[in-house]
């Protein structure tokens, strides 16, 4: 973009800046992104409508968002226009050159933008799930303020890993709803990172169905960090995922002292680029080796390491027939769209064989509180007595 040249090093502080160099930046995500802005209008449009749908069929208030998901449900574009704040600045102060600026500038939008429809797709996904299985007859019964949560940041601060939600039906069935739950809890010394530190090298797949009434499924116990799930979810919402490669990092334990030397190395760089002074002393360390993997084996490598009962691919698009092949024992549902009918093949197959936990004492009052007017006709019928809905307290 030429007029990137225009505002380069136009202030050396960037204290003074001109306003016209505001519509420089709109410029630059509609030259990027092209049509892509007007695609994710109508994912929002499904998203807000999934939403409205799963209020009125669960009862659900409403719905904790992150403050990056929010600011892009009001406004994509200039979602993406704050992202190039910092670069932008840099450029005006002629620290990057208008080259430096376009690709730095590029990443930064593309990556968010990803991430987004990303969060999207996994967030409606949950939802459809749980509207299916509200037809099926089950409720939410976690959160009991029906407010769903579906920012998991800051969640595990206490230590533990609560679900999105929990539904239940009448006769005691449930299910638990943790998504990208395996994430670093709080934690307050060197001995407690220790404990948890297998919640940092974790994978972490998009979401975990458990099977029954969980509220934390740590346990540092076993290999895994966390409580085997019974159901692994993995969203795919691109058009052409599985012709993609995942690049996986390679991991090798720290020592706490170590992890906190990585720490402070990071906080060093990120004030050199501030203050334009390399530090001087600071200590190396290795880098390590990653490997490849096709994006449709992503999943069987997380169903290695979890083991769960069954593991479950959800694609918006369809996927060709070579990639169903070669994940046979992956449940794979395709070309769903945002056709939340489509899912339920996964919501049978979780219904069918769960154990009944049942109590007849909490099914009739269940039945009496829904009811009233017929309770109080049994009782005077069987009692003989009349009992107002003021002497029971209702």
């Known amino acids: ?12 502080f960037g204290k003074n800046v001109p306003e016209w160099t505001e519509e420089v930046k709109y410029e630059f995500v509609d030259y990027i ?5 007007k695609g994710s209008e109508e994912w929002i449009k499904n998203f807000q409508n999934i939403m409205n749908i799963a209020k009125e069929k669960l009862g659900l208030k409403d719905f904790i968002l992150s403050k990056e998901m929010r600011s892009f449900l009001e406004d994509p574009r ?3 226009v704050k992202k190039l704040f910092l670069y932008f600045h840099d450029l005006i102060r002629g620290r990057i050159t208008p080259e430096e600026f376009s690709t730095k500038g590029r990443q930064a939008i593309n990556s968010s933008f990803g991430s987004n429809l990303r969060g999207i797709y996994q967030s409606w996904g949950l939802l459809s799930i749980m509207i299916l299985l509200s037809d099926k007859g089950f ?22 890993i609560p679900p999105n939600a929990i539904m239940e039906d009448v006769i005691g069935r449930s299910f638990s709803f943790f998504v990208e739950a395996p994430r670093p809890i709080g934690w307050e010394d060197g001995g407690d990172l220790e404990k948890v ?9 998009d979401m975990l169905i458990y099977k029954g009434f969980y509220t934390d499924i740590v346990d540092l116990s076993g290999n895994i960090p966390i409580k085997r799930p019974n159901y692994i979810v993995e969203f795919k919402e691109l058009d ?11 991991y090798k334990p720290f020592t706490v002292n170590e992890w906190r030397a990585r720490w402070i190395n990071g906080l060093y760089e990120g004030l050199a680029d501030v203050l334009g002074k390399k530090p001087e002393d600071l200590p190396k360390f290795e880098k390590e080796e990653g490997k490849k993997i096709r994006e449709y084996k992503i999943i069987e490598l997380y169903m290695g390491v979890y083991n769960p009962d069954q593991g479950v691919l959800i694609s918006r698009k369809s996927v060709g027939n070579e990639v169903k092949e070669e994940l046979k024992n992956v449940m794979v549902i395709d ?13 049978n197959s979780m219904i069918k064989g769960i154990g009944i936990n049942l109590n007849i004492k909490d099914l009739a009052y269940k039945y009496a509180m829904e009811n009233l007017d017929d309770f109080r006709k049994w009782l005077r019928e069987k009692i003989g007595i009349e009992i107002s809905k003021e002497m029971l307290n209702f």
């Open 240 to 250: 052409d995922w599985w012709k993609r490669w995942r690049y996986l990092k390679g």
């Open 1 to 12: 973009m030429e007029r990137l040249k225009d505002v380069y090093s136009i202030d050396k």
């Open 139 to 160: 409720r939410i019964a976690y959160p009991e303020h029906k407010v769903i949560n579906l920012d998991r940041t800051g969640m595990q601060k206490a230590g533990s």
């Open 197 to 205: 530190w297998k919640l940092y090298s974790t994978l972490r797949p």
């Open 78 to 80: 200039r979602h993406l």
């Open 33 to 37: 992104m092209g049509e892509k802005i």
């Open 335 to 347: 070309d769903v769209e945002f056709n939340y009918n489509k899912l339920e093949e996964l919501t």
